[in-house]
T-cell receptor, first 117, second 115 residues
């Protein structure tokens, strides 16, 4: 149980274009999803928290107009990187939790490697 | 904001040895302390977690020890195997009204188990 998928696993895009990453909870209802960014050999940096049906809460320093998050259903959240630049190249990972069951128990997706050329 | 300090940054252990990774936190909204295991190019996987009112939890070769008064917890991997070679992250719940459900992660420990 507690399986989270992400799509795509890898994406290469040109500078200035937008990229959408999907995060799905496959066997549980994720009322809360988190989006992280991870640089090589570094820890997980939380970008934003999204709750189903409401606006995402962004961490300090994260541009909400650049990283659009939508959590339209209990099993799907999307992250859209708009007008991507090479410095946005990173490993993006989502996690999902069901606070009704276990507030702090987060299950992670496999990650999406974004390369902006 | 919560800080979680994890040590060591890297650890090399011989097969069959014991790997020990430590974490210290400042404050937390809830006594729930998970450890995640991450292989290169993959997302972190929940390895083991300890919950309130428990000072130790063991699952197979993995044990978490929790010292509430010292605000520290540690991961012990007994009989370490080459397949355990990965990066390990500890985490602690964020405290504060706007932090519900959020975790703060340690810096990570790169474990290498030599055969």
């Amino acid at each position: 149980g507690a399986v989270v998928s992400q799509h795509p696993s890898r994406v290469i895009c040109k500078s200035g274009t937008s990229v959408k990453i999907e995060c799905r909870s496959l066997d549980f209802q994720a009322t809360t999803m988190f989006w992280y960014r991870q640089f090589p050999k570094q820890s997980l940096m939380l970008m934003a928290t999204s709750n189903e049906g409401s606006k995402a809460t962004y961490e300090q320093g994260v541009e909400k107009d650049k990283f659009l998050i939508n959590h339209a259903s209990l099993t799907l959240s999307t992250l859209t990187v708009t007008s991507a630049h090479p410095e946005d190249s990173s490993f993006y990972i989502c996690s999902a939790s069901d606070p009704g069951l276990a507030v702090y128990e987060q299950y992670f997706g496999p990650g999406t490697r974004l390369t902006v050329t | 904001q919560q800080q979680v300090k994890q040590s060591p940054q890297s650890l090399i252990v011989q097969k069959g040895g014991i790997s020990i990774i430590n974490c210290a936190y400042e404050n937390t909204a809830f006594d729930y302390f998970p450890w995640y295991q991450q292989f290169p190019g993959k997302g972190p996987a929940l390895l083991i977690a300890i919950r309130p009112d428990v000072s130790e939890k063991k699952e197979g070769r993995f044990t978490i020890s929790f010292n509430k008064s010292a605000k520290q917890f540690s991961l012990h991997i007994m009989d370490s195997q080459p397949g355990d070679s990965a990066t390990y992250f500890c985490a602690a719940p964020e405290a504060g009204g706007t932090s519900y459900g959020k975790l703060t992660f340690g810096q990570g420990t790169i474990l290498t188990v030599h055969p």
